[in-house]
Every structure is written in C-alpha cells, then in structure tokens.
C-alpha cells in the first residue's frame, strides 16, 4: 500500500514509480515502473486498509466488522459509542456507517493506542467532525447519554452493561465482542440479569474463501477460523431485576422465542 505524495518516486522491486505519473488520474489502470514491470493500481478499499495499516492494539477484522455493522444496525445519522478504539478498525467502520449527520464516541483508556488510531484514521478516512475521541474508562462511566448504539471491544463488557442502561436510548443496541467462551457468557448473563436489555443474541462468523482457477474449483487450504463472539441486545423498559422478559409488545416475538416458537408448533 502506498501512500501518493507529489514529487514523491516510489521504488518497486527495484523499479522506480514517479507518484505525479498517478496522481490525479483513474483508479483501476496499469502503471508501469522504469524496469517495465507492471502494476495494477487501484485505492485500497477500507478492509484492505484496516488489514495493512500498524496496529497497536488487535484489530476487529473485516468479516466481523461487517457482520457488526448490520446485527448492532448502525445506520446513517446514528451516534455510536464504541470502547476501546484500539488500532481504529472499527472506528473507521462506524464513521463511514453513520456519515456526516452521525456521531462516534470512542474512548480508550492507553495513549499510545489512542495516537496510532488517530494517525490511521486520518490517513484513510481525512479529519472527521463526526468522531469524539476520550482518554476515558468506560468501567468508570458513560460521560455521554442519548447514545444510538454501544460496541464494547473491551476484556470484561459485563462492567459496561450498569453504565449502558442510562447512557444507552430506550430501543438501542448494545453489540460486545470478545473472543472466549467465559466472556460470552458472563456477558449474556450479566444483560439478562440486568432487567434493562433484552433480545439478547450471540454468533460468530466464518468466512472461507474460495479458489476458483480452471478446474481448480475448492475452498481456499487456510481461513481466518476464530476471532471472537459478538453478542447482542436490545435497550429496552426496565423490568424487575432477575425477572422474565416477555414479548416487547404483543405479536411482537423477539428471537430469544424462536426455540419456544419452534418448540410450540405441531
Ligand atoms: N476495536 C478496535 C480494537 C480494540 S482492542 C479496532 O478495531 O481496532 C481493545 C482496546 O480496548 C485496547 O486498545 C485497550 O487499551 C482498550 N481498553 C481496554 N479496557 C478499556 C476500558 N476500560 N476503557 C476504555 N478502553 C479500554
């Protein structure tokens, strides 16, 4: 990946490639460098950019940040909070989901995360009116109310879950990702107990790739197999704390039903 700066030449196995000779022009083309080799040129599309740039912090990968995108229904005009904004991956995502008339919170409570975040955003998304940054613990608290959606990128989102309720509209999504068993399921509990959320769903993704060459039709030898579980749930009225959520409103049956649903049918 490189960066076009003017009067800048790039050297590329052993080539020279003069960035004026780019810039300015179509995407999508061959360039040729001075030892005549050939390069297909074309800007890198923010999962390529997310993969490429220095991380600090591990980042969400692609296929989760778009399955993250649709399950916590993050949509134009939106303010999300997201913690912690570790290499800014999922920064990124969000501030491209929510566009100008949105709005992203994201805190982080380590610096020097917060500096390389800072720089890769910039580089691939520009400055943005649309993001607030804070060097804050969201274990502490949730200084911001009204809020859309909550994404939680942090070890132990169980003790974000108590600030969720006031921070966190009436209807909103709240979506946590972690990578182990434990912590998917201290983190289900801990909304189901709170008697403020409900709907409360988690899943992973797996994504194979396929080659496909002549004959050589077949799934891809390697996979990206495990990252992390995301789960999610609703904002809803606050109910008896430990208490049965019904349904959110008659002939209006949640997903945490299904199996009750499936399991009632002749
Ligand atoms: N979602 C990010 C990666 C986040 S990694 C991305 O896609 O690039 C988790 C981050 O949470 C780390 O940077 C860590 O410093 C931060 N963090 C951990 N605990 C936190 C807390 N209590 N409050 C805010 N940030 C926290």
């Not at 940040?65 to 005009?77: F, H, K, R, T, W």
């Not at 430990?242 to 349904?247: I, L, N, P, V």
Request: aromatic share 6%; hydrophobic share 40%; glycine share 10%.
């Amino acid at each position: 990946m490189i960066v076009l700066r003017a009067g800048t030449v790039s050297d590329l196995r052993g080539g020279k490639l003069p960035h004026d000779d780019l810039i300015g022009t179509l995407e999508g083309r061959p360039v040729g460098t001075t030892r005549g080799e050939t390069f297909l040129m074309v800007r890198a599309t923010l999962a390529e950019f997310v993969l490429a740039m220095p991380r600090g912090a591990q980042i969400i990968y692609p296929k989760d940040l778009s399955a993250i995108l649709l399950a916590a229904d993050i949509y134009p005009g939106a303010t999300v909070l997201e913690a912690g904004t570790g290499s800014g991956a999922l920064t990124m995502t969000l501030l491209r989901a929510v566009g100008p008339e949105g709005r992203v919170f994201s805190y982080e409570v380590r610096e020097d995360f917060s500096r390389l975040a800072a720089q890769n955003i910039g580089r691939y998304l520009g400055s943005s009116d649309q993001l607030v940054t804070r060097a804050h613990d969201i274990y502490e608290s949730i200084p911001d109310g009204g809020l859309d959606r909550i994404i939680l990128d942090v070890p132990e989102p169980w003790r974000v879950v108590h600030h969720a309720v006031t921070a966190l509209r009436q209807g909103g999504v709240l979506a946590s990702y972690v990578p182990t068993v434990p912590q998917a399921v201290r983190m289900v509990e801990s909304l189901r107990q709170s008697g403020a959320f409900a709907m409360v769903e988690t899943f992973e993704t797996l994504v194979r790739p396929w080659n496909i060459e002549g004959a050589s039709v077949r799934p891809a030898h390697r996979m990206v197999a495990h990252t992390a579980f995301i789960t999610t749930a609703r904002r809803v009225e606050q109910r008896t704390a430990g208490g049965e959520q019904g349904t959110a409103s008659a002939g209006l049956k949640g997903p945490d039903h299904r199996d009750q649903q499936d399991a009632d049918e002749p």
